[in-house]
């Protein structure tokens, strides 16, 4: 949906005067999450059909794919807009949150089928769920907003200007 709404934003008329690297960086970014979270619902499609889904690593893709997409936004994807900067940003929050949320699921469900733990539902279960649902939809908003609507880029811009004074 974000790259849909993009993808028009950019190439509507009302903006064939304006800066175009301002509209192309957020298309570009939410390109890559399309197809990162495609990718993922693909290889979650098979692994449920050849139900090869294991006690060790149940959720274990979703943790490599994270890791993957934010390496591969914070290595290829150059910005030079404070659209795309603010982007790229909280992309790279929220997927490195979710890869932590998805590590440290792992190694709980891992301690579980081990038997270092007993297993019953406790409060890191609803952090998770509420975790990752909230930083993907944090995500989502600020591909279609383009704002920084946390106030977290902006406060720390401002401690690094003022550290570098």
């Known amino acids: 949906m974000a790259t849909l709404?993009?993808?028009?934003?950019?190439?509507?008329?009302?903006f064939q005067n304006a800066n175009k690297a301002k509209l192309k960086e957020p298309v570009v970014l939410s390109a890559i999450m399309f197809l990162s979270y495609f990718f993922?619902?693909?290889?979650?499609?098979?692994?449920?059909?050849?139900?090869?889904?294991?006690?060790?690593?149940?959720?274990?893709?979703?943790l490599l794919l994270d890791i993957?997409?934010?390496l591969l936004i914070y290595k290829v994807v150059n910005v030079s807009s404070r659209q795309g900067q603010l982007c790229k940003f909280y992309l790279l929050c929220g997927l490195l949150f979710n890869a932590l949320l998805f590590l440290?699921?792992?190694i709980e469900i891992f301690l579980v089928y081990e038997g270092f733990k007993a297993y019953e539902p406790w409060w890191l279960w609803y952090v998770f769920s509420i975790g990752?649902?909230?930083?993907?939809?944090?995500?989502?908003?600020?591909?279609?907003?383009?704002?920084?609507?946390l106030k977290v880029y902006?406060?720390?811009n401002k401690t690094r200007c003022g550290l570098s004074k």
């Open 5 to 14: 709404l993009n993808f028009v934003r950019m190439s509507g008329w009302q």
């Open 40 to 62: 993922g619902s693909v290889i979650d499609y098979f692994v449920n059909l050849k139900e090869f889904i294991s006690y060790f690593h149940p959720n274990s893709y979703y």
């Open 68 to 70: 993957l997409t934010a």
């Open 104 to 106: 440290i699921i792992q």
């Open 132 to 149: 990752i649902n909230s930083s993907d939809g944090m995500m989502v908003l600020v591909l279609i907003l383009q704002k920084d609507f």
């Open 154 to 156: 902006g406060l720390l």
